[in-house]
């Protein structure tokens, strides 16, 4: 896979004293298949999405930490955009900054090739590993493991680039994380008409500013975004009709939408009452009310979550 390994650097401190430290790990990513691009990253501070992750459709994606300069992200990306690499935009970050050595950044350009840097002031254990079309990075962590796992997690797993940089930020997290401690953590994708309903390229934007465990918290919100904005295959979804429409019943019943009798039939009545019903829960885009049809993961959501 050609993985480029990036010493960690030596054990003593930065010389001098800055206000903010952003101890962070991170990967930032790209996949050819859907022409994503993307950072996940956590940290023991708070809010660490609003500074470190950057990205721009069909241009790369910039995470910059430890000490974090956060002109390294928009400035990063107007580079990429105008034809340098992700190695070529982040020597010039590095280069042009005389804090340079408290830095920590990883870039991936237009086309996957990744770049990391680590400023030999970054408090300890820091490091970063570049692959084909990632980079992975942290610092003030338990030790290299957290980014090993990171790295080997990213390339074994299947799946859309968000779904394989939450499962490296997991990894990274278990294997030992920050060694101070969990605060914060967020994933941020962009792909070209990624967003809500097209409209923009932002495709999953999710932060966990203030918690025990953010990691995991970030992985319940990334689930709850696959099931509120994806579709299910003719092959998961389900006919209003039998058990599924008696239950769908009774639950509206309960909830004060539904007052027929309750038949398991998708007659006019329960056809209101579910409009009504979805409407309020916000999945009218995985229903086909005309059909008497419901996503499965929706259907078994509601039903876990109303307890019928």
């Known amino acids: 896979m050609g993985i480029h390994k990036i010493s960690p650097m030596p054990p003593e401190g930065p010389k001098h004293e800055q206000p903010f430290h952003y101890s962070t790990f991170s990967i930032v990513g790209f996949d050819p298949q ?24 069909d241009v ?21 955009a105008s034809g340098k690499s992700a190695q070529q935009a982040l020597d010039a970050l590095v280069s042009d900054d005389p804090e340079r ?3 920590q950044a990883g870039t991936v350009d237009a086309k996957g090739n990744a770049a990391t840097f680590t400023g030999k002031d970054c408090l300890p254990w820091a490091g970063g590993e570049i692959g084909k079309h990632f980079a992975a990075q942290g610092n003030i962590l338990t030790g290299p493991e957290t980014i090993e796992a990171m790295v080997s997690t990213f390339l074994d797993t299947k ?3 968000p779904a394989r940089l939450l499962a490296a930020l997991l990894a990274g997290d278990r294997a030992g994380g920050d ?9 941020f994708v962009v792909k070209p008409k990624g967003g809500y309903a097209g409209f923009n390229d932002r495709w999953m934007d999710y932060r966990v ?24 295959s003719d092959e998961e979804e389900l006919a209003i009709s039998g058990e599924v429409a008696e239950r ?26 579910l409009r009504e019903f979805i409407g309020s829960e916000n999945f009218e885009d995985r229903t086909d009310f005309d059909a008497g049809r419901i996503d499965r993961p929706v259907y078994e959501y509601l039903m876990r979550k109303f307890g019928k």
Not at 40 to 51: I, L, N
Not at 254 to 259: A, M
Not at 267 to 272: A, E, F, S, Y
């Open 248 to 273: 769908l019943q009774k639950t509206m019943q309960q909830l004060g939408y539904f007052d027929a009798v309750i038949s398991g039939d998708y007659d006019q009545p329960t056809r209101k009452a």
């Open 101 to 103: 050595e408290t830095r």
């Open 159 to 161: 799946g859309d680039l």
């Open 60 to 80: 790369g994606a910039v995470a910059t930490q430890s000490y974090a300069n956060t002109t390294y992200g928009p400035r990063g990306l107007e580079m990429m």
């Open 209 to 232: 500013d203030d918690h025990a465990d953010p990691v995991p918290r970030l992985a319940e919100l990334i689930e709850l975004h696959r099931l509120y904005f994806e579709k299910s």
């Open 179 to 187: 060694r101070r401690g969990k605060q914060s953590a967020a994933l």
């Open 34 to 57: 859907d022409k994503a691009w993307g950072i996940a990253v956590a940290s023991k501070f708070p809010a660490v999405g609003a500074v470190v992750p950057w990205a721009a459709a």
